[in-house]
């Protein structure tokens, strides 16, 4: 996401916290942003270009579902020139209402190009750069009191982003364009009368593409749940040049005015990840079901390496079984469930960057394995079928059952090929306290032997599905049914 993604207060904050500017040229550009906000330099950042070959289609995506963006004239918006965009402060009446969390509004703001480059969105679509981008900054208010607290948590931002493109006139964006001559320059506010926010985003609100990744300014906290809309807007020649010229990043006091145009990040790498969209059509799209995403796997086997494994047990146990398998009955579930803040202390919570590479590939890094990623279901199943015909059984098949397979199928896990088998977790919950460990266990045992005695009966009936040109009917299917799952996402902690 970016800078706008805080209330100017926040803004203030962090400004005076860090005592660092930044920009986006020069030598405060984002090439140096690392230097003093780490995370800018770190995993899964944001924007990036959406291209097709990252496109997963996820059936249980619904339509994106606001609640109360028909704001009346008579409610009163603050819109600002922080120095770098424009901004609308939004009433916390407004949220979205499909998500997991309800995620409460808390402004908007826009990237855009230049008035000889009317390119400047921060996401690309295979390579596609529109005019600029709008988003719709949201934070989750289920978890957290305000924007601020919820700023730097992995599950604390939802960020509704529209491609803008120009072309025809536009209304509803008129509605704050109008006043753009009273906030020329920095810290320069203009108080504006509400109008149908609705009407800045795209007709079709069931298209979009979704993603974890970050703020797209400083403090770059990887901490967004991305939703670009797959259709744009379009703006006249003329509104867009009201964004591009009119505007300073400067003070007023400033002798040499800089202007505010080119406001956007580059692309970042897209870490492996999977964009999920919620459509069918296109190139790789027809009849292909999703997967998790590689970043919430790997933040599953993170939870299961330093989290509260009472918490594990109660909220999500099924999720970590192959597919088919159902909620576990009640009596399975811990009844005395401790807050992840009260097991996890700031020692143990790693910066996301380090924690992957120091736990993740700890794991999967001793084995020297082929860049194409494996699928553990289909290699596991084929390599046992043979042994059992030969009827084999000695030291080498205890070591692939033991050794080789829980490190072939965490790799393949992380991949988005497999499920997560329960010799894995295992191995990767030794060494955690015992009693917990051992009621984790114990759990995924009964809940796995419930499952076979479940779909036993209707196994015949379920057909095949090609995933990675690999044939598996394991695929793992999203286990909620009302938007996008967010399990076991570990808090951020922001260290001086």
Not at 20 to 42: I, L, M, R, T
Not at 182 to 202: C, E, S, T
Not at 247 to 272: C, I
Not at 283 to 294: E, I, N, Q
Request: aromatic share 8%; charged share 20%; net charge positive.
């Amino acid at each position: 996401m970016h800078f706008l993604s805080f209330t100017s207060i926040i803004l203030v904050q962090l400004t005076a916290l860090h005592g660092a500017k930044w920009s986006y040229n020069g030598p405060q550009g984002e090439h140096h942003w690392s230097k003093n906000y780490p995370y800018c330099g770190g995993a899964f950042q944001s924007p990036i270009d959406i291209k097709t070959e990252l496109l997963r289609f996820d059936p249980t995506l619904h339509p994106i579902e606001v609640q109360n963006y028909n704001l009346s004239p008579n409610e009163q918006l603050t819109l600002g020139n922080n120095g770098h965009s424009v901004q609308l402060s939004l009433p916390s009446k407004m949220h979205i209402s499909s998500l997991p969390h309800r995620y409460t509004a808390a402004q908007l703001h826009f990237h855009w190009g230049s008035s000889s480059r009317a390119a400047g969105s921060e996401h690309t679509v295979n390579n596609k750069q529109y005019a600029a981008e709008l988003h719709v900054v949201h934070f989750n208010s289920d978890k957290y009191r305000n924007i601020s607290m919820a700023a730097d948590k992995s599950d604390g931002l939802a960020v509704l982003g529209v491609l803008i493109e120009v072309g025809e006139f536009n209304p509803a964006f008129e509605q704050f364009l109008k006043f753009i001559n009273g906030i020329k320059y920095r810290d320069q506010k203009v108080q504006v009368p509400g109008f149908n926010i609705r009407a800045l985003l795209p007709a079709r609100l069931d298209e979009y593409y979704r993603y974890d990744g970050s703020l797209t300014t400083p403090p770059c906290y990887p901490s967004v749940l991305w939703t670009i809309f797959k259709n744009h807007v379009t703006i006249s020649r003329k509104q867009f040049l009201a964004l591009a010229t009119a505007l300073y990043s400067s003070h007023v006091q400033d002798s040499a005015p800089v202007p505010l145009n080119g406001n956007y990040r580059k692309p970042q790498v897209s870490d492996s990840r999977v964009v999920l969209v919620s459509f069918k059509g296109g190139r790789g799209l027809h009849g292909t079901l999703t997967v998790t995403s590689p970043l919430t796997r790997r933040r599953i086997v993170q939870q299961l390496l330093v989290g509260d494994l009472a918490d594990l047990a109660d909220e999500g146990l099924y999720q970590l079984l192959p597919s088919g398998s159902e909620k576990l009955p009640a009596g399975l579930k811990r009844k005395l469930k401790r807050e992840q803040s009260e097991t996890l202390s700031k020692h143990q919570v790693m910066k996301p960057s380090l924690q992957k590479k120091s736990q993740t590939n700890s794991l999967v890094g001793k084995l020297g394995l082929a860049e194409e990623a494996l699928c553990y279901v289909s290699l596991e199943q084929r390599i046992s079928h043979q042994l059992k015909q030969s009827h084999t059984e000695n030291q080498l098949v205890h070591t692939l059952r033991d050794a080789v397979f829980p490190q072939l199928n965490l790799k393949s896990y992380l991949d988005c090929k497999s499920d997560l088998a329960l010799p894995t977790i295992r191995q990767i919950l030794h060494g955690r306290p015992t009693d917990e460990a051992f009621e984790l266990d114990r759990s995924l045992t009964k809940a796995l032997m419930n499952q076979k005695k479940t779909h036993t009966a209707i196994k015949e009936n379920v057909p095949v599905t090609k995933y990675g040109n690999l044939p598996t009917a394991n695929v793992p299917r999203k286990p909620h049914s009302h938007g996008y799952p967010h399990p076991w996402l570990l808090p951020m902690e922001w260290e001086d």
